[in-house]
Each structure stands twice: as C-alpha cells, then as structure tokens.
C-alpha cells in the first residue's frame, strides 16, 4: 500500500519561499497523478495544482499560476511544492495527494499526513 | 471555472439519525460519452487528512460503511449519513473533477445533537 510521507511544519517570514516535500513508500511516485491541496484556518479545502509525473507538465489552479512550481523527482521517489511570495494569507496545512490513474482529473485515494506553514513576521 | 456550492454550513443530527449534504456544481459535471459524474465526496476529521468516501457521484470506496451513499446527476448531487454514528462527526466536502481547476465545496460539519 503506497504511503505518502510529508517534509515537517515550517515558519516562514512574508515574501519569502517554500518548499514542501512528500515521499512515497510502498510504490512509485510516477505511477499516478500527484495533487496538491491547502487548508487555511477557518477555511475548507483548496486545490493547488497537480502533476503526471510521466508527462511532465504541472497543471496549476489560475490563483497560484505565477507563484506556483510542483516538480517530482523519481531518483529520490518524492514530489515537492515550492510557493514565492508567501503573505499570511497563505499559512496553511499543506497535503499532498495521489490520483488513482494517470490524469490530475481524478480522486485522491491516498494523501500526505500535511504540512503546516506558517507566514508571519 | 466550476464552482461547488456546499448546504448546510453546519447540521447537528442525533446518533441513529439521518444526515443529509447537499452540494451544487456551476455547471453540469455529467460526460454524456461515459454517462458519469465527475464528483468526489471526501470526510475530513480534525488533525487528519481528507479521506476519499466517494468517487463518481455514488460509488463507495472500499472499507466506506455503507451508511454512506452518493446520488444525483448532472449539477446537483447529495451525500447521505444514515444511522449517524460518533465517529462520523467531521466535515465533509464535495470536488468536482469534471475539469481543471479541481474545485470544492466549502465544506458541511457534522456534529452530534
């Protein structure tokens, strides 16, 4: 059974950038779409972006485009989550998730325990 | 975009009793080539991750309690708690997976009265 492990919480100052990992164990990173979703205090659930690891290419939500690089790499079985531009607005718990097929169009079977990010000054 | 409307915010449901979630799509989540509904249904306790309980507008995934089922087509859909037990208080959210931008629901907490 494929586990997704995530990289621990981190304290960020405004401005600046983040990069959250999350390892697979049990399976390879490559064999199923990798997305990414944030939880705010107070707030529900928010898809970021996802990735087939074996095409390549992110598809990104249009609020984080710009901002925004998912990337996997199959030497270390992970996949990562790097966002600029960090404001308060953006603390938050940080999930990786597993598609059961090919496509990020799909549910999420299996999913990272989270990250907590938090921007202050 | 397709945005996910979730009701109620909040229900507050007696054990043994029913629980009802109602959530709607901007627009119609149905591919008429394969005749399905691209709707997830996900419980999320606090301090855990989101778990998946529905795929397809009403098709268990395995080890989900069948209390729990999916119906609707097309841009309105429901999830149902029959027999609401303790450990069924959470919050519960609906995704479309119709496109990209995936998009939820706001989210319905379930409490017990």
């Known amino acids: 059974q494929v586990q997704l492990v995530q990289s621990g919480a981190e304290m960020k100052k405004p401005g600046s950038s983040v990069k959250v990992s999350c390892k697979a164990s049990?399976?390879?990173?490559?064999?199923?779409?990798i997305s990414w979703v944030r939880r705010a205090p107070g707030q529900g659930l928010d898809w970021m972006g996802g990735?087939?690891?074996?095409?390549?290419?992110?598809n990104y939500a249009p609020k984080f485009r710009g901002r925004l690089t998912i990337t996997t790499d199959e030497s270390t079985n992970s996949a990562f989550m790097e966002l600029s531009s960090l404001t308060s607005e953006d603390t938050a718990v940080y999930y990786c998730?597993?598609?059961?097929?090919?496509?990020?169009?799909?549910?999420?079977?299996?999913w990272g325990q989270g990250t907590l990010v938090t921007v202050s000054s | 975009d397709i945005v996910m409307t979730q009701s109620p915010d909040s229900l507050a449901v007696s054990l043994g009793e029913t629980a009802t979630i109602n959530c709607k799509s901007s627009q119609s989540v149905l591919y008429r080539s394969n005749n399905k509904n691209y709707i997830n249904w996900y419980q999320q306790k606090p301090g855990q991750p989101p778990r998946l309980l529905i795929s397809?507008?009403?098709t268990r995934e395995s080890g989900v309690p069948d209390r729990f089922s999916g119906s609707g087509s097309g841009t309105d859909f429901t999830l149902t708690i029959s027999s609401l037990q303790a450990e069924d208080v959470a919050v519960y959210y609906c995704q479309q997976y119709y496109n990209t931008p995936l998009s939820f629901g706001g989210g319905t907490k379930v409490e017990i009265k």
């Open positions: 397809w507008a009403s």
């Open positions: 998730a597993r598609g059961r097929q090919l496509v990020v169009e799909d549910a999420c079977d299996v």
């Open positions: 049990g399976g390879s990173i490559s064999s199923n779409a």
């Open positions: 990735v087939v690891p074996i095409y390549g290419t992110p």
